[in-house]
């Protein structure tokens, strides 16, 4: 299913109306990133050739085409991931604009090096702009890495954590590697699938360069579709994909912890409301300070740490003010 063709004209050609549970993409730079290495003195020995970049006079009408036909094949529900860098951003956020994709984050992945400058400030991020097609059900995986209860060292939420908007993520290097201009990192893929599809999913790349989503997705047990107007590349890499076992990341993944708090987002009875502030004083009784009776009542109740703290805070100063 990846086609040595135009995404544009591909996706019109090989994909229906609402098929695809999740597309992930990074699009051409549009700042002649044929020619980067000769600004940077970068060595592309090992990368492939062919590289085919998209003109900037016709950047912003070919954002929209693309994020067009991305919107059509998008089921109702499904995600879409665009990695860029801040150059062209503005392009990619009109064609946006120009449908009815709902904004979930823009996300920031801040990696391990950036081009050296003197004059202005080095350049280390790319943009991820998560969007949603409206009309379904999405799926994101809040649990699908770490469990509600997973702290760190420091006693802070993996969880949590994992899930702020600024990702620290490390480009990889493959040195004496044949690859391609731009390649996005394992982890960085794995961890967009995880959270926004599940097994047997089909995960789509509108620019394949490299197949490292197709290939990310097939060994996570997913399917995967894509086009690649590169011949080179698109030869190399459709053979190397014949190397990728499904599901073989799956082994390599740490499941997350059971979730503990088990009645969290649930409405609150009166009577368990009761029964939090009777046993809440009773913990005190026993020596405990608030921060220990609270940490036993979240491990009893299945309920947030925050949410019996708000709720304690509102209950006694209610029952303090009728006294």
């Known amino acids: 299913m990846f086609y040595n063709i135009d995404c544009r004209e591909g996706a019109k050609k090989y994909l229906q109306d609402n098929s695809v549970d999740l597309i ?3 699009p051409p730079y549009g700042i002649d990133g044929d020619l980067l290495h000769k600004h940077y003195n970068r060595d592309e020995s090992q990368v492939l050739d062919g590289y085919i970049e998209v ?24 995600s879409l991931y665009i990695i860029s860098g801040y150059t062209n951003l503005i392009h990619i956020l009109n064609a946006l604009e120009k449908t009815e994709l709902k904004l979930v984050n823009h996300i920031i992945w ?11 400030y080095i350049s280390s991020h790319y943009h991820i702009l998560f969007y949603q097609k409206k009309g ?4 994101f995986n809040t649990f699908a890495r770490f469990g509600d209860s997973q702290k760190d060292e420091q006693n802070k939420s993996l969880n949590y954590q994992d899930r702020e908007d600024v990702w620290l993520i490390n480009k990889e290097y493959k040195p004496n590697q044949i690859k391609n201009k731009n390649e996005l990192p394992t982890q960085l893929l794995t961890k967009i699938i995880q959270y926004s599809s599940n097994e047997n999913d089909l995960v789509c790349d ?8 197709a290939k990310v997705a097939l060994a996570l047990n997913r399917n995967a579709v ?9 030869d190399y890499q459709s053979e190397e994909m014949k190397k990728i076992e499904k599901g073989s990341l799956l082994k390599n993944i740490k499941m997350p912890d059971e979730n503990k708090l088990f009645n969290q987002g649930k409405p609150l009875l009166e009577e368990e409301i009761n029964q939090i502030i009777h046993r809440f004083k009773e913990l005190k009784k026993e020596g405990n300070n608030k921060k220990q009776s609270i940490e036993i ?21 209610q029952q303090t003010t009728l006294l």
């Open 24 to 26: 992930i993409t990074d």
């Open 55 to 78: 003109p900037l006079i016709e950047y912003a009408d070919f954002s929209v085409e693309w994020i067009k036909e991305a919107e059509r094949v998008l089921k109702f529900g499904g």
């Open 110 to 120: 801040k990696y391990n090096f950036g081009v050296y400058t003197k004059k202005k």
């Open 136 to 139: 379904g059900n999405p799926t």
């Open 206 to 213: 509108f620019f394949l360069g490299s197949f490292s989503t």
């Open 226 to 234: 894509g086009f690649e107007k590169n011949p080179i590349a698109f």
């Open 297 to 317: 009542l979240t491990a009893e109740t299945g309920r947030g740490y925050w949410s019996l703290i708000k709720l304690l805070d509102k209950k006694l100063a």
